[in-house]
């Protein structure tokens, strides 16, 4: 699997997002991917919503919460990058 970092960033009223990586295999299309935010505590995975039957094994899913598949590989590196960035009060 190619895994591709990127900077494109969009905004919304509520959150800015700034796409960390992408898996270079979703060709044009943007998913799966991982992206940083605006609170940096908090990071966003885009992936495939899980079908019913798979959806159903998950324990207390809350309501408006939604679970996504993406393969492994690429949560480690968005967890290995995101680990090399400075944290908040270490850039001051």
């Not at 605006?38 to 995975?45: G, M």
């Not at 393969?71 to 590196?77: F, G, Q, V």
């Amino acid at each position: 699997m190619c895994l591709l970092a990127s900077a494109q960033v969009w905004e919304g009223d509520a959150m800015r997002l700034t796409r960390l990586l992408k898996s270079g295999g979703s060709g044009e299309h943007g998913c799966p991917a991982v992206y940083t935010t605006d609170d940096p505590a908090t990071v966003v995975v885009q992936g495939v919503k899980l079908d019913d039957h798979d959806g159903a094994q998950l324990l207390q899913v809350a309501h408006g919460e939604l679970a996504v598949a993406v393969p492994r590989e690429m949560l480690l590196r968005a967890a290995a990058t995101l680990n090399q960035e400075p944290k908040p009060e270490e850039a001051r």
